[in-house]
Nanobody
Framework: QVKLVESGGGLVQAGGSLRLSCAASGSISAINAMGWYRQTPGKQREWVATITRAGSTNHADSVKGRFTISRDNAKNTVYLQMNRLKPEDTAVYYC?????????WGQGTQVTVSS
């Protein structure tokens, strides 16, 4: 099992930046990929970005060019750098990890973008 703890959310004005962090512990060496998702009330959780064990990254079209997923292996941490934030980016952001068929989730961190 992998334990994930997100941090870095907050309130920011439109056009601003935030960096989210996701610290992983537990069966880290078995992780195949880690990702970021977001969810607003009444909507399904939406995929934002993924980084694989090999370091390949992929981003949703809605955030491409503004958000960047990265990782620091020494710190067992994955980041989501969010630039040029928009009010529609407001959501609870969740980190996840995939080990074979198992997916673990963090508790989420709130991001609020004011117009």
């Amino acid at each position: 099992q992998v334990k994930l703890v997100e941090s870095g959310g907050g309130l920011v004005q439109a056009g601003g930046s935030l960096r989210l962090s996701c610290a992983a512990s537990g069966s880290i060496s078995a992780i195949n990929a880690m990702g970021w998702y977001r969810q607003t009330p009444g909507k399904q959780r939406e995929w934002v970005a993924t980084i694989t064990r090999a370091g390949s990254t992929n981003h949703a079209d809605s955030v491409k060019g503004r958000f960047t997923i990265s990782r620091d292996n020494a710190k067992n941490t994955v980041y989501l750098q969010m630039n040029r934030l928009k009010p529609e980016d407001t959501a609870v952001y969740y980190c996840n990890s995939v080990v074979l068929s198992r997916t673990d989730w963090g508790q989420g961190t709130q991001v609020t973008v004011s117009s």
